[in-house]
T-cell receptor, first 113, second 115 residues
Framework: QQPVQSPQAVILREGEDAVINCSSSKALYSVHWYRQKHGEAPVFLMILLKGGEQKGHEKISASFNEKKQQSSLYLTASQLSYSGTYFCGTAPNSGGSNYKLTFGKGTLLTVNP | KAGVTQTPRYLIKTRGQQVTLSCSPISGHRSVSWYQQTPGQGLQFLFEYFSETQRNKGNFPGRFSGRQFSNSRSEMNVSTLELGDSALYLC??????????????FGPGTRLTVL
């Protein structure tokens, strides 16, 4: 089942902060975050794993609430380069289904000067 | 290290035709996943292969099929094309045996237009 992302779109001025949320109805093994700029391929930002392990870029901050099956991506002191569509992907905590990532519909982030 | 490559980058087909898309993963990556991306729908999972075995499949009709070769290169095929198949098809490779454990590296995609 597709995770739900909120908000669908957000507009910021440079230097402002934003939070993007991702919610699933299933128990999760991991949550992934990717950013896609217009006309480009999605680029990996971070993985948050069940049990607390995190892997990703140092400048990116995110949280994973395993009990609520929710994750949030924190973008602080935004820069113009942060603009793009952010996708969360979830892998369910159900054995063999770990092979599959299901992505949300994305959050369009626009950072203006 | 070369990234994920996909060929062709653009395709125009007519309804009823079939198409084959190719993906070469990053060297050493044995997991390859395919996604369909359309405006407003995000990334829809098609299937995932590891060591020539399809381990999971998304909710797409049987017209969508794929395979992986011994060198980890993968192909996907869409038969009897419909207008709704117009989309960007993305391939992603991963080092890990579990797609949910490691980051996925996406290719530039193949833009398919069905007329």
């Amino acid at each position: 089942q597709q995770p739900v992302q909120s908000p669908q779109a957000v507009i910021l001025r440079e230097g402002e902060d934003a939070v993007i949320n991702c919610s699933s109805s299933k128990a999760l093994y991991s949550v992934h975050w990717y950013r896609q700029k217009h006309g480009e391929a999605p680029v990996f930002l971070m993985i948050l794993l069940k049990g607390g392990e995190q892997k990703g870029h140092e400048k990116i901050s995110a949280s994973f609430n395993e009990k609520k099956q929710q994750s949030s991506l924190y973008l602080t002191a935004s820069q113009l380069s942060y603009s793009g569509t952010y996708f969360c992907g979830t892998a369910p905590n159900s054995g063999g289904s770990n092979y599959k990532l299901t992505f949300g519909k994305g959050t369009l982030l626009t950072v203006n000067p | 290290k070369a990234g994920v490559t996909q060929t062709p980058r653009y395709l125009i087909k007519t309804r009823g035709q079939q198409v084959t898309l190719s993906c070469s993963p990053i060297s050493g990556h044995r997991s390859v996943s395919w996604y369909q991306q359309t405006p407003g729908q995000g990334l829809q999972f098609l299937f995932e292969y590891f060591s020539e075995t399809q381990r999971n499949k998304g909710n797409f009709p049987g017209r969508f099929s794929g395979r992986q070769f011994s060198n980890s290169r993968s192909e996907m095929n869409v038969s009897t094309l419909e207008l709704g198949d117009s989309a960007l098809y993305l391939c992603a490779s991963s080092l890990a045996k579990l797609a949910g454990y490691n980051e996925q590296f996406f290719g530039p995609g193949t833009r398919l237009t069905v007329l």
